[in-house]
Nanobody
Framework: QVQLVESGGGLVQAGGSLRLSCSAS????????MGWFRQTPGKEREFVGS???????YYADSVKGRFTISRDNAKNTLYLQMNSLKSEDTALYYC????????????????????WGQGTQVTVSS
């Protein structure tokens, strides 16, 4: 069992930056693919990016070049650095954990993830 808690959301102006954190408790954090997703009311949960246990990252086209995912396995913590934020980045952001086995180094389908945090709101004002 893995418990995930996100933090770091808030209100920021367009062009600004935020860093989200996701603290994981439980065992074997290092073996999980960790992902970030976001959701706005009335829309499906959208893949933002993921990071493998070997720190290989994969991003949605909409955030590529602006967002960076990292993980600190010693601290059981996942990060999402968001730069050059746009109003369309406004959403509730979730971190998620996918347990092995893994088909590849990334996992864009939310159905593949077993554990989810409660979400943290990011609002970008234009």
């Amino acid at each position: 069992q893995v418990q995930l808690v996100e933090s770091g959301g808030g209100l920021v102006q367009a062009g600004g930056s935020l860093r989200l954190s996701c603290s994981a408790s439980g065992r074997t954090f290092t073996s999980y693919i960790m992902g970030w997703f976001r959701q706005t009311p009335g829309k499906e949960r959208e893949f933002v990016g993921s990071i493998s246990r070997f720190a290989l990252t994969y991003y949605a086209d909409s955030v590529k070049g602006r967002f960076t995912i990292s993980r600190d396995n010693a601290k059981n913590t996942l990060y999402l650095q968001m730069n050059s934020l746009k109003s369309e980045d406004t959403a509730l952001y979730y971190c998620a954990a996918k347990a092995p086995p893994h088909k590849g180094y990334y996992a864009p389908d939310p159905k593949e993830y077993e554990y989810w945090g409660q979400g943290t709101q990011v609002t970008v004002s234009s």
